[in-house]
C-alpha cells in the first residue's frame, strides 16, 4: 500500500473523491487506511492538526475517529460524516457524535463491510441509482430482445448514460443485435465468479459499446459453450451498474433461473411482450404470474399480429396488468438486424417512438452524458 499523505494540507489538496481520515490513534488510522485501500483510493490523512475548512468541506467523506470528535464538533457542519467508536462500553460516544453533526457511530471490525461500501460509493461519486427495466417476453419470439436493445439505444441516442444486460444465455447474444459483437470488452463469462462489490465506474469502461453510442455499454455473452451465470454475479454486476446513474436494461428470459430472479427483484419495472393473439396472451399468463413473485411493477406491452387480433386493452385486462402500449411492426427491421443497424436507431420509426414515449414517463429529468448518434 503506497504511503498515505499525511499533516501537510496545501491549497492543491486532494482529489475530490478522496476520503478524509481525522484520528491520532496508530490501530484505528492503520485499519481505516486498509478499507480505503479495498474500496481503491488513497484518503488524505491528519493525525493531530485541525483540517482547513475547505478540505473538511471538499472531501467526499470524512472519518473521524473518537479521539478527534471534540477537537472537530466546531466546524462547519456537513454531510457525510462518520464517527469511529474507540470504545464500545462509553456511552458518551452518542453524544459527541450528536455536537460533530455526524451521520452514523462505527465500531470496527464489526462495521467493515457496511464501511467499505460506503468508502467506495464516496470515491465513485454515486448519486441516484439508475432506473432498471426488464424486458422479458410473454412467449418465445416476442420480441424482447429487440425492445431491450432498442430502449437502451433510444436512451444513449438523447445522451442519457446507460448499460444493457444480457441475462439471456440462450437468446444469441444482444451484440449481435447492436452490431458490436467484434467490439473489444468483457464479456459473461468473464464476470460469472464476481461476488461483492464491483466497481461502476471500471464495469462501464470495461464493457463493448456500440460504434458512435458512447453513452451505451453492453454487458452480453460470447461465442462459447452455454454457461449459467450464478445470482450471486447478477447481483454484483447489476448493483455496480446501477450505482452510476441513468437507465440499465436487462433482456430477462421466460423461464426465469436463479440469475434472471436477481435480475428482477433489482429491477423497478417490468415489460411483458405480448404478440396479440390467444396462445400467446395464455403463456403470458404464466410467465407474469411467475414475474411478479419478484417484482410488483409489470407491464404489458402488446404487439399487434395482423388486423383480426385480440385488442390491446382486453389483453392487458386479462392478464391484469398495466398497459405500457402497443408496438407496432416496423418495416425493415429484420434486414437491419441482419446488417448489424441497432433496433431503435430509426427515430421516426414506431419502435423508437414507443421507448421514447415510455422513457419520457418513467425516467427522471436529469442532465444528460455525453452520448452519441449512430
Excluded at 88 to 105: K, M, N, S, T, Y
Amino acid at each position: 500500500m503506497s504511503k498515505p499523505t499525511t499533516d501537510h494540507a496545501t491549497a492543491n489538496g486532494p482529489a475530490p473523491t478522496r476520503p478524509l481520515v481525522l484520528t491520532g490513534d496508530p490501530g484505528l488510522a492503520e485499519h481505516l487506511l486498509r478499507i480505503c485501500a479495498a474500496a481503491g483510493t488513497e484518503p488524505r490523512l491528519l493525525r493531530g492538526a485541525s483540517p482547513p475548512r475547505e478540505l473538511w468541506e471538499g472531501s467526499s467523506l470524512v472519518l473521524v475517529g473518537d479521539d478527534r470528535a471534540e477537537q472537530c464538533a466546531g466546524l462547519p457542519r456537513r454531510a457525510g460524516v462518520l464517527l469511529l467508536g474507540l470504545d464500545l462500553d462509553d456511552p458518551g460516544v452518542w453524544v459527541r457524535a450528536v455536537q460533530l453533526g455526524a451521520e452514523h457511530v462505527l465500531f470496527l471490525p464489526d462495521a467493515e463491510a457496511w464501511l467499505l461500501d460506503r468508502i467506495a460509493d464516496a470515491v465513485e461519486g454515486v448519486g441516484t441509482p439508475a432506473l432498471t427495466v426488464a424486458v422479458l417476453g410473454g412467449r418465445g419470439g416476442a420480441g424482447a430482445s429487440t425492445l431491450a436493445c432498442a430502449l437502451a439505444v433510444t436512451a444513449a441516442r438523447r445522451g442519457r448514460r446507460t448499460v444493457l444486460v444480457d441475462g439471456d444465455p440462450l437468446g444469441g447474444g444482444l451484440d449481435l443485435l447492436l452490431g458490436s459483437e467484434t467490439a473489444a470488452g468483457l464479456r459473461w463469462p468473464d464476470l460469472a465468479a464476481s461476488r461483492g462489490r464491483v466497481s461502476g465506474a471500471e464495469l462501464t469502461r470495461a464493457l463493448p459499446a456500440p460504434k458512435r453510442l458512447t453513452a451505451l455499454s453492453c454487458l452480453s455473452w460470447d461465442r462459447s459453450d452455454t454457461l449459467a451465470v450464478p445470482p450471486e454475479a447478477m447481483r454484483s454486476v447489476l448493483a455496480a451498474a446501477r450505482r452510476r446513474g441513468g437507465l440499465v436494461v436487462v433482456d430477462v428470459p421466460r423461464r426465469l433461473d436463479p440469475a434472471a430472479g436477481q435480475a428482477l427483484e433489482q429491477s423497478d419495472t417490468a415489460l411483458l411482450v405480448v404478440p396479440a393473439e390467444l396462445r400467446a396472451v395464455a403463456a403470458s399468463d404464466r410467465v407474469s404470474a411467475s414475474a411478479r413473485m419478484r417484482i410488483e411493477d409489470v407491464r404489458v406491452v402488446v404487439r399487434p399480429v395482423g388486423p383480426f387480433g385480440i385488442p390491446a386493452r382486453k389483453i392487458a385486462q386479462g392478464l391484469r396488468l398495466q398497459l405500457a402500449g402497443v408496438l407496432e411492426p416496423e418495416p425493415g427491421l429484420a434486414a437491419d438486424t441482419e446488417q448489424g443497424v441497432p433496433p431503435g436507431i430509426r427515430e421516426s420509426g414506431p419502435l423508437a417512438r414507443f421507448c421514447e414515449t415510455f422513457l419520457d414517463e418513467v425516467l427522471p429529468p436529469v442532465p444528460a452524458v455525453g452520448g452519441g448518434v449512430y
